[in-house]
Nanobody
Framework: EVQLQASGGGSVQAGGSLTLSCAAS????????IGWFRQAPGKEREGVSC????????KYLDSVKGRFTMSVDRAKNTVYLQMNSLNPEDTAVYYC?????????????????????WGKGTQVTVSS
């Protein structure tokens, strides 16, 4: 059974940093697309960062480029999202998701909802 457990959310002031972790189990990091996604109240879910196996480049949402860094620790089956210079527009529930059947980084609605497996979200709140 594929399980994704996200943690690390919280409340910070603008300019602060947080690191999210996603502990993955039930699959091997062989053929996959895994990433972080977020959904703010009243908005569609969107891809924040995603990497697909066999590709060196991580995709990032334009608004987080240069501030967020995603990394994958295969030894620990854990995916991280280092978030720096946070601003109120980053406030959202953050989810970890993986695509295994036909791996692809689905970054935008409506395709984003077709990622195969989702973890429970973790709330990130940034105050001004």
């Amino acid at each position: 059974e594929v399980q994704l457990q996200a943690s690390g959310g919280g409340s910070v002031q603008a300019g602060g940093s947080l690191t999210l972790s996603c502990a993955a189990s039930g699959f091997t990091f062989d053929d996959y697309a895994i990433g972080w996604f977020r959904q703010a109240p009243g908005k569609e879910r969107e891809g924040v960062s995603c990497i697909r196996s066999g590709y060196d480049r991580t995709k990032y949402l334009d608004s987080v480029k240069g501030r967020f860094t995603m990394s994958v620790d295969r030894a620990k089956n854990t995916v991280y999202l280092q978030m720096n210079s946070l601003n109120p527009e980053d406030t959202a529930v953050y989810y970890c998701a993986v695509d295994l059947i036909t791996p692809y980084c689905r970054m935008r609605a409506p395709d984003v909802y077709k990622m195969d497996y989702w973890g429970k979200g973790t709330q990130v709140t940034v105050s001004s």
